[in-house]
């Protein structure tokens, strides 16, 4: 690949690699320790990532159990989990949260599913628009330099091939997810 082009694969590759990071929040009936990764506690003063605070563990396949390494936190874990949007009520015993996924119905697995969709068009948007900026870049520089057009032609090529590279990942990824939030 050209030197010239490395920095939008990079571009089209983070905006994948944030997809999926959203993917991983979403949960599909399974307790899973990353729907907690968006969630900041106060830890004196500061805003602190849960895993920060404490240790997160699957002891069931629908349970997440929080262990606070200082027990004065489990409140305050407690109060960040309600006012959340994960839509699950934590219960405590005064030294661990323990966190209960429902089962999904089918009404809200197929809400998740469009949710899905919609992330995943939002990167193909990124994806396409990081293509315009690399196009636009590439005739600057046709403009501008000894460039040829033929050149200037075959690069604009290399990034439409990319760009069908990316869109192609993400089809991949939303039709993934889509059918493990789906499957029963």
Do not use: C
């Not at 396949?61 to 407690?78: A, G, S």
């Not at 960040?80 to 934590?90: A, E, F, K, Q, R």
């Not at 990081?130 to 501008?144: E, H, P, T, V, W």
Request: proline share 4%; glycine share 4%.
């Amino acid at each position: 690949m050209d030197e010239r082009l490395q920095k939008y694969d990079h571009k089209m590759q983070k905006s994948f690699d944030n997809l999926l990071e959203e993917f991983g929040s979403i949960r599909a009936g399974r307790a899973n320790p990353h729907v907690l990764d968006k969630l900041k506690v106060d830890y004196y003063g500061t805003p602190t990532g849960l895993q920060q605070v404490a240790n997160i563990s699957v002891p069931e396949p629908r349970m997440l159990l929080i262990q606070p390494w200082e027990p004065k936190m489990v409140r305050e874990i407690e109060k960040v989990i309600l006012t959340s949007d994960l839509g699950i009520n934590p219960t405590n015993d005064g030294k661990v949260i323990r966190l209960s996924f429902p089962e999904l119905t089918e009404e809200r697995r197929k809400e998740l599913a469009k949710d899905v969709k919609k992330k995943g068009e939002a990167a193909k948007v990124a994806v396409r628009n990081i293509r315009r900026d690399a196009n636009d870049s590439l005739k600057k520089l046709g403009k501008s330099s000894d460039i040829s057009e033929d050149e200037v032609k075959e690069l604009e090529d290399q990034v439409q091939k990319l760009t069908d590279q990316y869109i192609a990942k993400v089809d991949k990824a939303v039709e993934e997810k889509s059918k493990e939030i789906l499957t029963v």
